[in-house]
């Protein structure tokens, strides 16, 4: 036995640098995750750095004096319909409470969407392109990958919780609250980035993995909006990882006790995570996908028709997310009523750019703004998909039929179209539904109008994210989520900094008539409508004269 | 060695009747990629019912210049025509009348074999569904599978199927048999020898040389985008050289140098030559060792193909 390891001896020296080498390779491999998801991480940071940076500076310009504030708290304490968004607000008299509530409550929801898209990314999409198969093959063994992948995300997760501090303490607030807060945050993340790990390995495509997760954010998005919004069910918020966060209560009596929470759950997800994918084939996942099925001869009469036919899944989770939401909302539309509130306060709470919001019918138009939102991100969505099947050169297989660019791209921009005025009508007519079963009376014709007034601007972005699919194909995904992202942020927070007036209406979204509390406003839905087709159009020419561009 | 040189004497006269004859006819068809020239000046004409087997090694310009065939890219300079038709301006028309078969199969992974004929039927009118019915059986797929369960190879058969059974008139095959086993290689052959038979114009893109070799009328070889060589399988070999080998009783002898004659060590008691011109000089120089075996073979494809990519460092004489 010793001569045995005697013998051995000898090639423990190259063994020895391969354990040099045994860090090299995961930092190689994190090295290059972090570089796949530089645009991701860098967008994210700036959200995180600008929205924290905003908030305080624009509350404390809005509400210079402890009277105006708390004429604000007054109108905002009881409102569900604002607590919806942002949940719970703790302290409003103060620039801190109100950044922990505001800043807090919408970046949880960015934090969560950050953390699925980042373990998805790295821990199904590298699988399905095959890519993990020549990492395996090489001297890496499973759990480096892994480890590697996450320690990039991880090296995120860091990332937009600095740049969230830096964005609070230069607003002027004190470090420890900041920390608190950024952490409180940061936290949200890794926690879905442990849900992501799990669908990455429940699914076998990247497409089903990121619905999954999808499905995951809406439902602990919609705990957290039931425990902030319905009376008793605060304890629910316990349930939610979302709600966590709210636990910490930066600022207002800091509990980071509750970071344990996330922390635990991150290691448990992902430790159920790590054990399946040690254990499964690679390329598979633990849900049967199907490999043979009967024909079905249904929507393959056209390219559109296929684009249909393969958009279907996600129009249906669009639909019935919005859908749910819209009905929710509907529903608390009860809570919302003019007793009490000044005018003068109606006053003060335009200034948070959300319009009146102390009637029903106001609130809901407030709530619109939000599916107007929702509908332009389908509409960067629908050009994703399109660019997609570029990308993945099926373009290529269609083209080099007898089917001509304009009508391909014709049919997806129509389909587009077709999807977002089915989301539309039907956010109004569950609105409308949710609204009557709370016993709030509210016109069905007047809510179906609001729906369709999301379209004018998400039809407006489709035509800009055309535009930019045709000249910049590789970058138009991001560029047009980027663009309806800023554009909605500026038309809500633009009008809390001291800037003028023109600059905070540089927005589509602030010229959005706000059905049905204001009138539509037919001259700007024209305009954007104008703005749409000639962007479509020069789309189409541009895109006849470019070359097919790959991955 | 360059067969058929640009032909800047072509009469236009002459060339618009080719034109109007040929399958493709490309004029001076050059793509640039940023710096990098990848198709350069290709003046290249394919007539009906011709087999034409395109040669050249990755990165060459293969795919670029079936790209530019079938409008998927813009060329920098020059133009490209099927059956007379703009390959840029009138792809609509001109793919009614061609079918392609890419290098890689890019295919929709949710959709089986079976949905994804009908999808590109839809698309393609023409299809033979009796033919396809054929070739599935021949080419022994399972049409119940989806894109996504099937292997490389299996998906390229599902491109290839759906192409052969359009009967188009122009097949645009890009290495087609990547990832076919060699029974199913037979099987491609035979349906590339069927088109022909039919009347079907194929232009096959390839680095394979024994496909090209066994199924071609005329052969281009591309190199760095460039044609540098064209021609039929008899013109090809009608400039190549012939190899000898012979093998000696005892040591391989030292031979006096013979002009057009290059020789190789082929190994302790044997020696390679390769001759261009007559044989006369070595059989004579040969004469008075003791030979025990000689064969002699014309050029095969591939070693005509390795002449021009090794560069010309005077193995075969230049």
Redesign the interface.
């Known amino acids: 036995m010793s001569a045995a390891s005697g013998t051995v001896a000898a090639p423990s020296a190259p063994a020895s640098s391969t354990g040099g080498m045994g860090l090299a390779a995961p930092r190689a491999l994190a090295r290059r995750a972090l570089r796949d998801a530089r645009v991701r991480t860098i967008s994210f940071a700036y959200l995180f750095a600008i929205l924290a940076y905003i908030q305080p500076v624009g509350y404390r310009d809005a509400y210079p004096t402890p009277s105006s504030r708390l004429a604000f708290a007054h109108g905002f304490a009881d409102n569900k319909a604002i607590r919806l968004f942002y949940g719970v607000p703790h302290d409003l008299l103060t620039v801190s409470g109100y950044t922990a509530w505001r800043v807090g409550g919408t970046l949880a929801i960015f934090a969560s969407v950050f953390g699925l898209l980042a373990a998805v990314r790295a821990l199904r999409t590298e699988e399905d392109a095959g890519r993990m198969e020549l990492v395996l093959a090489s001297s890496v063994g499973r759990g480096t990958a892994y480890l590697s992948a996450l320690a990039a995300i991880a090296a995120g997760v860091l990332i937009l919780g600095l740049a969230e501090f830096a964005g609070l303490v230069l607003s002027g607030l004190p470090a420890g609250g900041s920390a608190n807060l950024a952490a409180a945050t940061a936290s949200i993340v890794p926690v879905f980035v442990g849900v992501g790990a799990l669908t990455s390995q429940l699914a076998s495509t990247r497409r089903m993995a990121l619905e999954l997760g999808g499905a995951a954010v809406g439902l602990f998005l919609a705990l957290r909006v039931i425990a902030d919004t319905s009376a008793n069910a605060g304890r629910l918020r316990w349930a939610t990882p979302l709600g966590w966060a709210e636990e910490v209560r930066p600022f207002t009596g800091a509990h980071p006790i509750v970071l344990l929470l996330p922390a635990a759950a991150t290691v448990l997800l992902l430790a159920v995570a790590a054990r399946i994918a040690a254990g499964r084939d690679i390329g598979t996942g633990v849900l049967p996908s199907r490999e043979s099925a009967k024909p079905r001869l249904g929507l393959l009469s056209s390219p559109t028709a296929q684009a249909l036919r393969s958009e279907r899944t996600s129009l249906i989770v669009w639909l019935s997310g919005i859908g749910a939401f819209a009905y929710i909302t509907g529903a608390l539309a009860k809570s919302t009523s003019t007793a009490g509130i000044s005018k003068s306060l109606q006053h003060e709470v335009s200034k948070l750019g959300t319009g009146s919001i102390v009637t029903p019918a106001g609130y809901l138009a407030f709530v619109f703004i939000f599916f107007v939102l929702a509908v332009s991100l389908f509409m960067c969505a629908q050009l994703g998909a399109a660019r997609h099947e570029e990308a993945d050169e099926r373009l290529e297989t269609l083209l080099s039929l007898p089917v001509s660019r304009s009508r391909w791209l014709g049919g997806r921009l129509a389909l587009a179209v077709a999807g977002a005025a089915a989301i539309s009508l039907a956010a109004g007519l569950l609105t409308w539904a949710g609204a009557e079963s709370g016993g709030v009376s509210i016109s069905l014709v007047g809510m179906l109008g609001a729906g369709a007034n999301c379209l004018p601007v998400a039809v407006m972005f489709l035509g800009i994210a055309a535009l930019a699919y045709a000249i910049v194909p590789r970058a138009s995904t991001g560029l047009s989520y980027g663009l309806v992202t800023v554009a909605f942020l500026w038309d809500l927070f633009g009008s809390l900094l001291n800037v003028p007036h023109w600059l905070v209406q540089a927005t589509p979204f602030a010229h959005v008539g706000l059905v049905p509390a204001q009138p539509f406003r037919a001259d700007a839905a024209l305009l954007m409508l104008a703005i749409a087709l000639a962007s479509a159009i020069a789309a189409t020419w541009i895109f006849q004269r470019r070359d097919l561009t790959g991955p | 060695m360059q067969l058929t040189p640009p032909r800047p004497d072509t009469p236009e006269v002459r060339s618009i009747a080719n034109r109007s004859e040929s399958a493709i006819h490309t004029d001076g068809l050059s793509k640039r990629y940023g710096t990098t020239l990848a198709l350069d000046g290709l003046n290249l004409t394919v007539g009906k019912g011709e087999v034409y087997g395109y040669l050249g090694p990755n990165g060459s310009g293969k795919t670029t210049t079936i790209?530019l065939l079938?409008?998927?890219?813009?060329a920098s300079s020059g133009r490209a025509e099927l059956f007379g038709l703009d390959a840029w301006s009138d792809?609509?028309?001109a793919?009614?009348r061609?079918a392609?078969v890419?290098g890689?199969p890019?295919?929709?992974?949710?959709l089986?074999s079976?949905?994804t004929f009908?999808?590109?039927a839809?698309?393609?009118?023409g299809t033979d569904v009796a033919y396809r019915d054929v070739l599935v059986e021949r080419f022994k797929l399972?049409?119940?599978?989806?894109i996504?369960?099937l292997s490389k190879g299996n998906r390229q058969k599902v491109?290839l199927i759906a192409a052969l059974a359009t009967r188009a008139e122009l097949l645009?095959l890009d290495e087609p048999t990547s990832g076919l086993d060699p029974l199913m290689e037979v099987a491609f052959r035979d349906c590339v020898k069927e088109a022909k038979g039919r009347g079907q114009t194929v232009f096959l893109s390839s680095h394979i040389l024994s496909e090209v070799e066994a199924l071609c009328d005329r052969v281009g070889i591309l190199r760095d985008g460039k044609l540098v060589d064209e021609g039929t399988l008899a013109e090809l070999r009608h400039l190549a050289v012939q190899t000898v080998e012979v093998t000696f009783a005892g040591d391989a002898p030292e031979l006096p140098a013979l002009a057009g004659v290059h020789v190789q060590s082929a190994g302790p008691n044997a020696l390679r030559f390769e001759v261009s011109g007559g044989v006369g000089p070595l059989i004579a120089a040969l004469a008075e060792h003791p030979v025990t075996t000689l064969t002699s073979r014309e050029l095969s494809l591939e070693e005509i193909f390795l002449h021009h990519y090794e560069g010309s460092d005077g193995h075969v004489g230049g």
Not at chain 2, 70 to 74: I, T
Not at chain 2, 106 to 110: A, D, E, H, I, N
Not at chain 2, 142 to 146: A, E, G, V
Request: aromatic share 10%; no cysteine; proline share 5%.
């Open positions: 790209r079938l409008g998927l890219h813009r792809p609509v028309r793919h009614e061609v392609y890419a890689e890019f295919l929709w992974p949710s089986t079976a949905e009908e999808f590109l839809r698309l393609h009118h399972d049409t119940r599978k989806k996504r369960a491109q645009l």
